[in-house]
């Protein structure tokens, strides 16, 4: 089957329009939820990171705000000109309290260096040196509290310098070097999701802190910083998170919040395959459910598609049946649908063409010897008893052609079979109105039964009327045949009487005929009669006595009959 048939098949057409029907709509509704589903973890993504970023940015300011606000109890009470050693017991406490505190410098309200205690190098007391002019003094005096830029020990350690004055300039200020490699304590313990992370960057994009502490002490060199800082960068100033990829290539989702006071971004990032798992999740869900359904719903259209099909397949193979003459054929469909109801409308169709048939074959059967009205008339009663044997009164006809035998032998056979037609046509035709029975013919002789085995009335009187027109006819083709050079004649013979009437022969090949003396005697009339003589019996002529001239042709020896048999005539040309 080629492919333009193939979707020409109601089948494929079912298949197809019910597969869509139902596929369609599953494939759509997935769409829509993958749609929203993503959607929705996008919004509680960047919800989450938002928060989590915010969350780690509030730890590093409390953890750098902790810092200064124990600086600010060293710088409460006027410096004299005496050595303090008070501040200098309270400031070696502050490096015991806070362990990120690597060194802590005191300086008077002139700007003098008072007091210097460092945990690697040498204290120093009352030294005095002038740093009024120093730019974190200075930047300590216009804000209150002064961060440096990021600097790194010897390039490896991330220190922040940190400044603070009192409420008076008597009180002076306190310079602390905080080492922010103790930031990993806060850093590590952010935790989002199963394997996100948390790191910082200061205001040049540096990394100041970050759960691999190993990053954060090679935070100086670019390249280390490079992939953090365009995490950082990715993000920007727009609000909520961003994709970007991490030191290792890997795609991954990131959000920002700025840390109050040092001016650094602290980024809260997670693998993208994370993030997105719970979407991924859904959408593989989705997928295997559509996939499911897709194939039940292909399941679902061929069952489907092969239920409605099958009785239009069963009624058209039916109906081909039909169409070849098998009126016996029946569908069986019990849907209890339409299709079931069809088919009992396709059996009671084929049953009544099968009474059709059986009727035009009866009717056939009933026109070979019956006159086609007569046949009609037997089949309207329903009732082919008639046909049965049994004796009743006939008129039989008898009818030939004089001179047949030589004629037949001169002449080509196709002028035979000519002359033959003609004939028949005549007669038959003739036969038919008067509603006679034709009972055989054979050569160029016909048998004609009346009053059998329909009766007539005056069986006698429509006999000779009949016997009148097959001359008339007949004659006239003479005529024609004679100016061809064909010499033949007609006569008729007529007898009246009993005879045993009915069916005759064998099951498959039946004939209607009659039987008894007035058959022959028929016969043997038909072969006294000369060309254009109708000759019949006294019973015959008594018959229609009164009705049609009948001429006493006298008393003639029949063959067959011991006694001359009284023969009548009937004059055609004077009716």
Not at 42 to 71: K, M, N, P, V, Y
Not at 514 to 542: F, M, P, T, W, Y
């Amino acid at each position: 089957m080629i492919a333009q048939d193939r979707f020409r098949s109601l089948f494929h057409k079912y298949l197809l329009a019910l597969f869509v029907a139902v596929a369609i709509p599953l494939a759509f509704n997935g769409v829509i939820e993958g749609w929203f589903g993503y959607r929705d973890q996008r919004a509680r993504l960047d919800q989450s990171l938002g928060l989590q970023s915010a969350s780690a940015a509030a730890e590093i300011h409390d953890f750098i705000h902790g810092i200064t606000t124990q600086l600010g109890w060293l710088v409460q009470l006027p410096w004299t000109e005496e050595p303090d050693d008070r501040r200098r017991t309270d400031a070696l406490r502050l490096l015991r309290q806070a362990p990120a505190i690597a060194s802590l410098t005191l300086l008077d309200g002139n700007g003098l260096e008072r007091l210097y205690i460092s945990r690697i190098g040498l204290n120093r007391i009352e030294s005095r040196a002038d740093r009024s002019a120093d730019p974190t003094l200075v930047g300590a005096r216009a804000a209150q509290i002064w961060f440096s830029e990021v600097s790194y020990n010897r390039g490896s350690e991330p220190y922040l310098t940190v400044a603070t004055v009192g409420n008076r300039q008597a009180v002076g200020a306190v310079v602390a070097e905080i080492n922010l490699k103790l930031i990993w304590d806060v850093i590590s313990a952010i935790k989002f999701g199963r394997t996100g992370y948390a790191f910082v960057l200061d205001r040049s994009g540096r990394l100041i802190a970050h759960p691999d502490i190993s990053l954060v002490l090679r935070g100086a060199e670019e390249a280390t910083s490079e992939p953090f800082r365009a995490v950082r960068d990715a993000i920007g100033t727009k609000r909520g998170f961003a994709t970007s990829r991490d030191a290792q290539g890997q795609y991954i989702v990131a959000s920002t919040a700025p840390v109050q006071g040092p001016d650094w971004t602290v980024v809260v990032a997670q693998p993208l395959s994370e993030a997105y798992a719970p979407i991924y999740a859904a959408l593989w869900r989705t997928a295997v459910l559509l996939a499911i359904s897709i194939i039940l719903a292909g399941v679902l259209a061929y069952a489907f598609a092969d239920r409605m099909t099958e009785p239009i397949k069963l009624l058209e193979e039916g109906t081909e049946r039909i169409g070849a003459g098998f009126f016996e054929h029946r569908i069986s469909i019990h849907t209890g649908d339409e299709f079931q109801r069809l088919a009992e409308s396709f059996n009671r169709m084929a049953s009544e063409l099968a009474l059709a048939q059986q009727h035009q074959e009866r009717i056939a059967k009933l026109k070979r010897f019956l006159a086609p009205q007569v046949a009609d008339l037997v089949d309207r009663a329903g009732d082919d008893s008639v046909l049965d044997g049994r004796r009743t009164e006939v008129v039989v006809v008898f009818c030939d052609l004089r001179g047949f035998t030589a004629f037949s032998a001169g002449a080509a056979p196709e002028d035979v079979m000519s002359v033959l037609s003609e004939y028949y046509e005549s007669l038959g035709r003739v036969i038919a109105e008067f509603e006679a029975t034709l009972i055989n013919f054979s050569g160029d002789g016909l048998m004609v039964l009346v009053n059998a085995p329909v009766p007539v009335e005056e069986p006698a009187l429509r006999a000779i009327d009949l016997a009148i027109d097959m001359q008339k006819n007949v004659q006239a083709l003479i005529a024609g045949w004679r100016s061809n050079g064909y010499h033949v004649g007609f006569g008729i013979g007529l007898a009246s009487g009993p005879a045993t009437v009915g069916r005759i022969g064998y099951k498959d090949r039946l004939d209607y005929t009659a039987i008894g003396s007035v058959v022959n005697l028929a016969a043997r009339l038909c072969a006294s009669a000369a060309d254009g003589e109708i000759l019949i019996d006294a019973k015959v002529a008594v018959g229609i006595k009164g009705k049609r001239p009948v001429e006493d042709l006298g008393g003639r020896e029949i063959k067959g009959f011991d006694e001359a048999i009284p023969v009548f005539g009937i004059n055609f040309n004077t009716l």
